[in-house]
C-alpha cells in the first residue's frame, strides 16, 4: 500500500527568490496539507548525511555547498499516495525538463539550483523527516503522530 507522507525541502534558492509562499501555496493547492514545518539551515556535516547517497556521484560537493548556502524550510506533507504525487508536482529533476505548471518549472533555474526536494520513496520520506522532526512536532489531520519511524532512529 502508498504512504500518505512525503518530506520537501525549499532550497536556498527559493529562500533567496522569496519564493516560500508562492510554493507553499502550490502545495495546498495541491492537496498536501502540512504536517510538520521549520525554517533552518544545514551545517555541511548534515548536508552530507542527508545527500550521502550522492556521495560518489561528480556533483556531491557542489550539491553540499548548495545546500548549505543558506536557509532552507523543511516540512512533512500528507496526501493520499504522497510521494508519487508530490514528484510529479513538482516536476522533473532539471527545470528545463520540467512539466508546464510544476514548482520546477516555475520557480527552479537549474538542475543544481532546483528550488525543492521531494522523497523518492515510502522509506525515505520517513527517514528525511525523522532527519529533522521528532514525533512530537508532527501533527496530522486528527492532531494524532501517525509516522511510524525506523527502529534504529
Ligand atoms: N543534482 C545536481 N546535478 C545533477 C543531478 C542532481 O546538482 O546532475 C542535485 C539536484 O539538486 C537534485 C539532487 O542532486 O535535486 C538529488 O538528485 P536526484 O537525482 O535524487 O534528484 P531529485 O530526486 O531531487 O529530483
Do not use: C
Not at 508562492?22 to 495546498?28: E, F, G, K, T
Not at 524550510?73 to 528545463?96: H, M, S, W, Y
Amino acid at each position: 500500500m502508498k504512504g500518505n507522507i512525503t518530506f520537501t525541502i525549499l532550497k536556498p534558492d527559493a529562500v533567496k527568490n522569496q519564493n516560500i509562499g508562492n510554493i507553499l501555496a502550490d502545495i495546498n493547492a495541491g492537496g498536501f496539507r502540512i504536517v510538520g514545518m521549520k525554517y533552518t539551515r544545514l551545517r555541511r556535516e548534515e548536508a552530507e548525511a542527508f545527500y550521502g547517497i550522492h556521495r560518489e556521484r561528480p556533483f556531491f560537493k557542489d550539491l553540499v555547498d548548495f545546500m548549505t548556502s543558506g536557509p532552507i524550510v523543511v516540512a512533512v506533507l500528507e496526501k493520499e499516495n504522497a510521494v508519487e504525487e508530490f514528484r510529479t508536482l513538482i516536476g522533473n529533476t532539471d527545470p528545463q525538463k520540467a512539466d508546464e505548471g510544476t514548482i520546477r518549472a516555475k520557480y527552479a533555474k537549474s538542475i543544481d539550483a532546483n528550488a525543492v526536494h521531494g522523497s523518492d520513496s515510502d522509506e525515505n520520506a520517513r527517514l528525511e523527516s525523522s532527519f529533522f522532526f521528532a514525533q512530537s512536532e508532527l501533527f496530522t489531520e486528527e492532531g494524532g503522530v501517525q509516522i511510524s519511524y525506523p527502529q534504529q532512529v
